[in-house]
């Protein structure tokens, strides 16, 4: 309204009234026993996991992609699996579901399917979000058992990344390549240069209109205008790599705060929980959003935060 563009941002909001749907679904959970939704959404992400390796194996030797499950894309993919192989890892260690072994697996194979995506960010985030599960659950071990668990951690990890070594070293060449093209030849025209080229556009857009930002259509317009003037280049993207960013641009400083508050008061309310609860499967709700807390916000940093369907059902689901 105050950037007059609420006629033309319209049909943009679309994809976030999956948010709308959040009192009809919380209203379902609520009166389900939390034990048995708990642990139904164990075994589900299980499921999950081992489905996502299949496709992931298929896409990737069979159909030389990366693998994008049924989303249609590798970030969005790597992402919900990363989510079902922490709720996987978190029932085997909360106790909330005896078959832990099966478990085990599923986010090995959860895991394998993330590395098949070759999403970096979700690379970095998955390790993380694995030690705040561990953390959270170091009491019900002792000092033996924790550095046990660790030490398996680290083969594990090891075996999944010498099954994967060819995604992760392709990746890791695709990205020294585009930075020495960035760095010699100042070429925006790969993957990373073009992330580098819509952070320098979307900052610039920000300074001339910081507070409110300029709408949703008129930001698509400028990165289509900044990349023609300023890199010679005719590319065009629905967001701006940067979960905060394109907030920012479309949104303003209000609405970049808006957002970073719903990540601040999850995680504040995890943590008081995790502080003051030992109700196992309030324990567990709690780190559920802590590692969706790490997710993410380490994937949006380099990718989209929200206004994709499947991303916002989810954050809505593990909020």
Not at 44 to 59: D, E, M, R
Not at 171 to 176: A, E, G, I, Q
Request: positive net charge; proline residues 2%; glycine residues 8%.
């Amino acid at each position: 309204v105050v950037n007059g563009r609420l006629a033309a941002d319209l049909r943009f909001f679309l994809p976030l009234i999956t948010f709308l749907l959040f009192p009809i679904s919380y209203s379902t959970w609520s009166i389900t026993e939390k034990t048995a939704l708990a642990r139904i959404a164990i075994l589900a992400s299980a499921a999950a996991c081992f489905g996502a390796l299949a496709i992931a194996v298929f896409q990737y030797h069979w159909l030389g992609m990366r693998a994008e499950g049924g989303a249609g894309n590798a970030i969005v993919f790597a992402t919900t699996t990363c989510l079902a192989v922490m709720l996987c890892l978190a029932g085997a260690l909360s106790g909330i579901e005896k078959h832990w072994k099966l478990l085990v697996l599923a986010a090995m194979a959860g895991a394998l399917a993330v590395v098949y995506s070759a999403s970096r960010m979700i690379w970095v985030a998955m390790p993380m979000a694995g030690i705040a599960v561990l953390l959270v659950n170091r009491r019900r071990f002792t000092n033996a058992s924790m550095a046990r668990f660790a030490v398996i951690g680290v083969v594990v990890a090891l075996v999944i990344a010498a099954i994967g070594s060819r995604v992760i070293m392709d990746r890791t060449d695709f990205l020294v390549s585009d930075w020495d093209a960035l760095n010699a030849n100042d070429d925006h025209s790969t993957a990373l240069g073009l992330r580098v080229a819509m952070w320098e556009i979307g900052f610039a857009a920000v300074r001339e209109m910081p507070i409110f930002g300029h709408g949703i259509s008129a930001s698509r317009a400028l990165m289509k205008q900044g990349f023609h003037e300023q890199f010679g280049l005719s590319a065009g993207f629905s967001h701006f790599h940067n979960g905060f960013l394109t907030a920012m641009v479309e949104a303003g400083l209000l609405g970049a705060l808006a957002l970073a508050s719903i990540f601040i008061v999850a995680a504040w309310n995890a943590a008081r929980t995790l502080r003051l609860r030992v109700d196992p499967v309030e324990r567990f709700g709690a780190t559920m959003i802590l590692v969706a807390v790490i997710t993410y916000l380490t994937g949006g940093m380099a990718g989209i935060l929200v206004g994709h369907d499947i991303l916002d059902a989810t954050l809505m689901v593990f909020l």
